[in-house]
């Protein structure tokens, strides 16, 4: 049985301002209809009881939880476990969502007639069409981000993707220019015609090309989604204070529509496909280290973000004010390499990146660079915000489904770091591998036993020193959460 | 035989401001002593006679250029051919450069005598290494800049790597910080010891992290070259005026160094090695459509630079003035995909980026984003520079050649754009061979025969409809230039 959800969608979209209600809440979600709020809580589809919420809840044990058996299983049989961390934080910062969402024409307001016919009449008489959904949220500093976000940012891929109902579903290219304003009118697109005589040319510039670019339905798609993270994030703006919305979130969502897997990623989480025991990466980590860079650009452009407390440049460690005049390596926001330069002054102040790997920090404050929310975030103990160099839009992959014939044990696997940091890929695969092997391939609960298995080696065995693996190396301290996503043929599961 | 240059290196630093000499001509430079100036000329090593000049210079017959039998040859038999555009501009304005290069440890200006013995003493009791470097420069509006580039970038390169000398012959980590200003002292660095006792703290600010970043030899080398480009543009820059340095170019530099390939590239050449028949990719291109978010995250922090006259939107064709209030496609510089927007009024100016593929055009002027030069450049009748949107900045790519055997068909092909634009990896692949197992291994001709063979094949033969490939499809009728390095054992031919 599938969890749908019926997009409400009356005042959603930013447009509407500061006042703007929530949209109303998904049918199935933990709190009713009540406004997303920072409490803690864990995802919907788990139905946890208070007992188990308060065992989920549990550093000590760090108890596994996926959805029961017996209770309402995931869309296409997903696989799904999370487990708390060690005590780094009071609950668990984690949070997931998984529904099937319908999106909806949005009605004409000037009462006409939809007049095309290939726009799909899935629900009921409504026109539109489906898309299945997952996201992973990985908070830090609380959990308001995180919990708003689980409960809205599919909403708002919903509100994005309303305008694009007709388009989507009809095959020729989309129209470059709509001839109506779809929220005011009917959303039927229309193509200007640019051969229309009338004598008007634009005089603002000679256009020296007459070049009409080529765009993509999937490039509409990808529009839709990398918009939609925008609006979330302006929505906890608005919302942070109202709700105490606290902190900021790592956001991995993936959405299938019309036979593609679109795989939006801001943050450190991380998305891989299995194939045929074939790694396939669906996204990219977002640190400082991997984007110095697009920083160290912003800061070098706009230095008064720094607050006179930091430097652009990066140096191999922190400078001591008696080796002014040495020379020491350096890299500023051209280079990939290192070189010497002279230490002066400015060259004492604190790197705008610092540290290695888990340990790299913005500003000595954040290991992530893109996600949800942090509107508040301050360096410590001062007025530097954090927020400009920080992004939240997505890098969102493609994957065609249509494009290879999979099996049952092909999945698309998304976790939070928790799992990544203990486990790589190769292990998940093999992982992965190892324990479909061991379920009929049409036994459902196969992918709820590869997701627990994943989060059970990646947490370790609670010995005297702590959580360790099986290789008796520290397990992951960390909250982790996991889907397993059969690829298998989604329409066996639908 | 080989070309050797020695670097005389007195004042070629930047730091030596806007007075500094240009650094002596190489030995075998085709002009002498003389200032590079901007006259049109071809590279040294092909030591063509006034009336292959003039050959070599003819649009018409377009013959294919490359080394002669019986001269000299030049290092690792490595083959070369160009030939000149079918009448776009006057000359040829690709260039080209091919030497090895001692670099020279900096003597001590303090009369010290260097310490360490691990230091090379491999040209006649001075202490330093030699590095291989192939490159070619494409020029565009003009030849200046490119002239200029192949006469010097390898001598800045040299000038990077000199205060390294001893660092790149040391197998131990490279040092963070030198104690010596080694452009006043002398050259061998000496840690810093970081538990020397002095009670000295840093006070600006609490130190976070005790961490020191560990660099490598390589990135050294990378550093190197990139600031290099920088210090080349820069002497364009200073001397474009008394040296009538018209244009810019792109450049695309290979370093032989210590057993690795450093592949720099700054434009839209490309190099790619074939390796036991497979591929791969040493460069990637640098236009307005890769390069396209860089421009548009600085056009919207810089607003400026588009003198009102552009806007950092991405629109599929120009908007009408009609069209106000209409909804069209656009993406901004933080999307890769498309979505609709209501026209206003300022969406009405040109856009930053417009057109695809080779038509794609900065500002309606330029069609690639990085290279050398290009200081006076504006937008067509305005005052509106280009130059800021350009960079300088070479990617780096590092292939290490000890880490595979390489068999004499083994290849580093490097090739302006003329080459590429009809002619893709897969059937260089396949030219490169097909023609070496035409020629016995040992043969040092083959090379050349190679790069020919890719420049007849890209250029066509002349028939009534132009220049014509064998599919009958037009061929290159820009400059094309072909270096192809073999990778079969340098050591052999060294």
Known sequence: MLLRVRAAVAQLVA?????????????????GGSPAGASFCRPAFLQLTPEELRRADDHAGRAVQSPRDGRRRLPWSTGYAEVINAGKSQHNEDQACCEVVFVERRPSLRGRLPSRESSGELDRGRKGFYFHYWALFDGHAGSGAAVMASKRLHLHICEQLR??????????????????????????????????????????????????????????????????????????????????????????????????????????????????????????????????????????????????????????????????????????????????????????????????????????????????????????????HIKPFLSCFPEVRVYDLTQYEHCPDDVLVLGTDGLWDVTNDKEV????????????????????????????????????RGWRLANDKLGSGDDISVFVIPLGGPGNYT
């Open 163 to 384: 305008d694009l109902v007709d388009i989507l579903q009809d095959p020729s290219p989309p129209p470059i220019c709509l001839l109506h304003d779809t929220r005011a009118g009917p959303a039927e697109p229309s193509r200007v015609p640019l051969t229309e005589d009338d004598g008007e040319v634009p005089n603002d510039a000679v256009p020296r090309f007459h070049l009409e670019k080529a765009v993509s339905h999937e490039s509409l798609v990808i529009g839709a989604i990398e918009n939609a993270f925008k609006h979330m994030d302006d929505q906890i703006e608005r919302e942070r204070s109202s709700q105490r919305l606290s902190g900021g979130c790592c956001a991995l969502a993936a959405v299938y529509l019309m036979g593609k897997f679109y795989v939006a990623n801001a943050g450190d989480s991380r998305a891989i496909i299995i194939r045929n025991g074939e790694i396939i990466p669906m996204s990219r980590e977002f640190t400082p280290e991997t984007e110095r860079q697009r920083l160290q650009f912003l800061a070098f452009l706009r230095p008064e973000l720094l607050g006179k407390e930091f430097t652009h440049l990066e140096f191999p460690r922190r400078i001591q004010p008696k080796e002014l005049g040495r020379k020491m390596l350096y890299r500023d926001q051209n280079m990939n390499g290192w070189a010497y330069k002279k230490i002066e002054e400015d060259d004492l102040k604190f790197p705008l990146i610092y540290g290695e790997g888990k340990k790299a920090r913005v500003m000595a404050t954040i290991g992530v660079t893109r996600g949800l929310g942090d509107h508040d975030l301050k360096v410590f103990s001062s007025n530097i």
């Open 429 to 464: 695969a093999g992982v992965v591998m190892e324990v479909l092997t061991s379920y009929e391939p049409n036994d459902p609960c196969r992918y709820t036993m590869v997701a627990q298995e994943l989060v059970v080696r990646s947490r370790g065995v609670l010995k005297e």
């Open 15 to 31: 447009g509407l301002g500061a006042g703007a209600q929530p949209p109303a809440e998904p049918r199935g979600g933990g709190d």
